[in-house]
C-alpha cells in the first residue's frame, strides 16, 4: 500500500529511542522528511544517522526538551524554518514519575503537567496554522492504555494523557473541517527503556526481580508477549497518510489486547 507520505514534512518528538525513534522510522520509509528531536544530542545524532542510512530519508536533528516551552518554540521554528511546513506532527515524551498518590508534590504533577499536556499543546498550537492554511494535516499522539483502564501506582500518567485526550478528542471536531485529523496512539507494554524503568521501579517496591514482574505483565496480555515497537509504528504511519483521512478523534490502543473494556 502506497501510504501517500512522499514529500510530506513530519515532526516527530523524543525520537532518539523507543516509540519515537520507530514511529520516525517508519514514516522515514514512506518518503516522509523528518524533524526529530530528543534532550541528548548524541544519541539523537546517532538515530538520525541510522534513520538516514536505512531509508535514505532527510532527517533534521534538534535538540530540545519538550517539557520546556522555551525549547518547544525553537523546536517549531526550526522544523518550519527547514522544511516551511510540517504535515505530520507526533507528539511524544518519555512518561513522569511512578507511584502512588502520596509520593508526589505539587512540583511532580506541574513537571508532568508541562511534560505530557503542555508540550501536546504548544507544539499544536505551532504547526496548526500552516496546516490549515494548506488544508491537510495530521497529528498523532502518543498517549497511553492508561487512559482507557488505568495502570495501578501511575497516577501522574493516567490523569494527565487523559486531559491530552479530551484536548485532542475536541481539537478534532474543530479542524476536521480543513482536512486535518488528530488521533492518539495508545502503547500497552512494549519493549522500551519505559516499560524497563517501570518493571525496575516495581521490581524495587516489592522486592522481586524485573524478569518476575516482566513476567507479570505479560501475564496480563493476551498475547502473552510485550509489543515491538515497529508493530506500534506501524500504525502511526497509516494514521498519517492519505488512506487514513477519515480516521479523526480516535484513540486507538496497540496492547495485544490488555485493554478488557468493550470500547
Known sequence: MNLGLENKVALVAA????????IAEALAAEGASLVIC???????????????????ANVHAVVADVSDANQLSMLAREAIGKWGRVDVLVTNSGGPPSGPAQTHDWQRWDDAVKLLLRSTVELTRAV???????KWGRIINVTSIAVKQPV?????????????????????????????????ILPGYTRTE????????????????RQDVVARFESQIPMRR????????????FLASEQASYITGQSIAVDGGWIKGLL
Not at 496548526?128 to 492554511?133: K, N, S, T
Open 15 to 22: 525520537a532518539s529511542k523507543g516509540l519515537g525513534r520507530a
Open 38 to 56: 530528543a534532550r541528548g544530542g548524541d544519541e539523537l545524532e546517532i538515530a538520525k544517522r541510522s534513520i538516514e542510512s536505512r531509508t535514505g
Open 128 to 134: 496548526l496554522p500552516g496546516m490549515q492554511e494548506r
Open 152 to 184: 495501578d501506582n501511575l497516577i501522574l500518567s493516567n490523569s494527565i494523557r487523559s486531559a491530552v485526550t479530551g484536548f485532542a478528542r475536541t481539537l478534532a471536531n474543530e479542524v476536521a473541517v480543513d482536512g486535518i485529523t488528530v488521533n492518539n
Open 194 to 209: 519505559r516499560v524497563e524503568q517501570l518493571a525496575d521501579a516495581t521490581a524495587s517496591r516489592e522486592g522481586v526481580s
Open 226 to 237: 510485550l509489543g515491538e515497537p515497529h508493530e506500534f509504528a506501524a500504525l502511526a504511519a
